[in-house]
């Protein structure tokens, strides 16, 4: 495994001296590469362990539809955790560029919720309620690097539900002074972990063997791409008990397709 991560970082773009420096350091941090080592063949033996299960005739169709469901799961973690460390290592190498485009930041959040609400269901997670904030315009036209925009909010929402096992978590969006604020809050118990691995200057020595290697590279990652977008991150304690990030990035309305708005709300709760 350690090989096979070694000739994938070799194959990317890494010909300035510092970006193989920096190649060489992310390759030499042995938490994460045994991390990732271990999360990938759990992955892998349970997608071995289940399509076994699925040739047994002595299962029930609707078992052998649980046994399929697992074996999806267990690919979109993989896909997540192999995204999360080759995009990770694009960015220390210097070797990942911004990307700004016009966007409907609008719509952009309303797409995220949507898509969180179906991974809740898919999740099982019935003993949450999802609470969807915004107080944005029928259409914001904003540029925006929109890719790195959903993968920051992504992994911060699948961090929390990750660790959120009842109660809520709330997910909102401002837009106020050419500033852009995407937030989640939950009421989960994992702040002093979310809060050392977003706020550290060396966020990959927060991590240790007993953590979800997972869950840290997206926490590591979202810290890497806020920063590459000259952004700001705000971690702090609710009175839920739980944990609020708060993400601000730049961000300027097109022109032309300025949109004035009042101060009006509508919050949106699904379940």
Same mark, same amino acid.
């Given at each position: 495994m350690f090989e096979l991560l070694r000739n994938a970082y070799r194959e990317s773009d890494m010909t300035a001296a510092a970006g193989q420096k920096k190649m060489n350091q992310m390759i030499n941090k042995p938490k994460i590469l045994a991390g990732v080592?271990?999360?990938?063949? &759990?992955?892998?033996?349970?997608?071995?362990? %289940?399509?076994? $299960?699925?040739?047994?005739?002595?299962?029930?169709?609707?078992?052998?539809?649980?046994?399929?469901?697992?074996?999806?799961?267990?690919?979109?973690?993989?896909?997540? $955790? %192999?995204?999360?460390? %080759?995009?990770?290592?694009?960015?220390?190498?210097?070797?990942?560029?911004?990307? $700004?485009?016009? &966007?409907?930041? &609008?719509?952009?959040?309303?797409?995220?919720?949507?898509? %969180?609400?179906?991974?809740?269901?898919?999740?099982?997670?019935?003993n949450l309620v999802l609470i969807q904030e915004d107080n944005l315009p029928d259409k914001l036209m904003l540029r925006l690097d929109t890719a790195r925009t959903i993968r920051i909010v992504n992994n911060l929402f699948r961090n929390s539900l990750d660790n959120t096992f009842s109660g809520f978590i709330k997910v909102g969006c401002t837009f106020n002074d050419e500033t852009i604020t995407f937030y989640v809050k939950d009421s989960g118990q994992d702040f002093q972990r979310s809060s050392d691995l977003l706020l550290s200057d060396n966020p990959e020595i927060q991590h240790s063997d007993s953590q979800d290697t997972y869950s840290a590279m997206s926490l590591i990652l979202a810290?890497?791409?806020?920063?590459? $977008?000259?952004?700001?991150?705000?971690?702090?304690?609710?009175?839920?008990?739980g944990t609020s990030i708060f993400v601000s990035l730049p961000a300027r309305e097109s022109p032309g397709l300025k949109i004035f708005t009042g101060t009006s709300s509508e919050n949106k709760i699904a379940i």
């Open positions: 080592s271990h999360e990938v063949r &759990t992955q892998m033996n349970s997608i071995v362990a %289940f399509s076994y $299960l699925m040739n047994n005739t002595r299962f029930s169709e609707n078992e052998k539809r649980e046994f399929s469901e697992q074996i999806i799961t267990s690919c979109e973690q993989l896909i997540g $955790l %192999f995204e999360n460390f %080759f995009d990770t290592a694009a960015l220390e190498a210097g070797s990942a560029r911004e990307d $700004l485009r016009e &966007t409907d930041a &609008t719509k952009l959040f309303e797409s995220l919720t949507s898509d %969180f609400r179906v991974l809740m269901r898919k999740r099982g997670k019935d810290r890497n791409l806020i920063s590459a $977008l000259e952004g700001k991150i705000r971690v702090e304690p609710n009175d839920a008990g």
